[in-house]
């Protein structure tokens, strides 16, 4: 059971580029979010979705897109890339909203 | 949305020291957590504990939901303790996961 899988765990980027982070859980869980994490900040909500095709805004939203076409994959779209979303990125899924919530193990994004 | 408050945000141990985490929350929860983030990053379930208490090896967790805490204790620590525990809350039936910045833990041999 690979429980809450991110790829890639590490990318570098150029200001202005375009990237997707792949998100992927297979134990049939109908909640799923992206965090990022920065130093001093703890996690920070940026989108979730509480099953297939429906997706909300979380904390800190802007600059990201998100989709979920399935229950097993939610992947984040950054489209032009800025140095502010140089973070530690989290994936993260759920039962259900109110659920104990599972952690991939991170991405880690740098924007030059 | 609800407030999630955590301290001390930093604690400096000698192996085999015991602790206390606190958590505060700002509005009754539906969900709260406690997790480890390793040195390496990854981040650790270790309570899923809306209410009650839970104990796991050197590990427990109490949540008081009518008075909005909810405390780690951590017994006999050891170095590979050492890392940073966040506790997580959800209120509401609409409500997300909200963390607190964290307490920062060092246990030194």
């Known amino acids: 059971n690979a429980g809450v899988t991110q790829t890639p765990k590490f990318q570098v980027l150029k200001t202005g580029q375009s990237m997707t982070l792949q998100c992927a859980q297979d134990m049939n869980h109908e909640y799923m979010s992206w965090y990022r994490q920065d130093p001093g900040m703890g996690l920070r909500l940026i989108h979730y979705?509480?099953?297939?095709?429906?997706?909300d805004q979380g904390e800190v939203p802007n600059g990201y897109n998100v989709s979920r076409s399935t229950t097993e994959d939610f992947p984040l779209r950054l489209l032009s890339a800025a140095p502010s979303q140089t973070s530690v990125y989290f994936c993260?899924?759920?039962?259900?909203?109110?659920?104990?919530?599972?952690f991939g193990e991170g991405s880690r994004l740098t924007v030059l | 949305g609800i407030q999630v408050e955590q301290s001390p945000p930093d604690l400096i141990l000698q192996e085999g020291a015991n602790s206390t985490l606190r958590c505060n929350f700002s509005d009754s929860v539906n969900n709260l957590q406690w997790f480890h983030q390793n040195p390496w990053g990854q981040l650790i379930n270790l309570f899923y504990?809306?209410?009650g208490t839970k104990q796991n090896g050197r590990l427990s967790a109490t949540t008081v939901a009518t008075e909005r805490y909810s405390l780690l204790y951590i017994s006999s620590s050891q170095t590979t303790d050492s890392g940073v525990y966040f506790c997580?809350?959800?209120?509401?039936?609409?409500?997300?996961?909200?963390f607190g910045k964290g307490t920062k833990l060092s246990v030194k041999p």
């Open positions: 993260a899924s759920s039962p259900q909203g109110a659920g104990e919530l599972f």
């Open positions: 504990i809306p209410s």
């Open positions: 997580a809350a959800r209120g509401g039936s609409q409500g997300n996961l909200i």
């Open positions: 979705s509480v099953g297939a095709g429906i997706t």
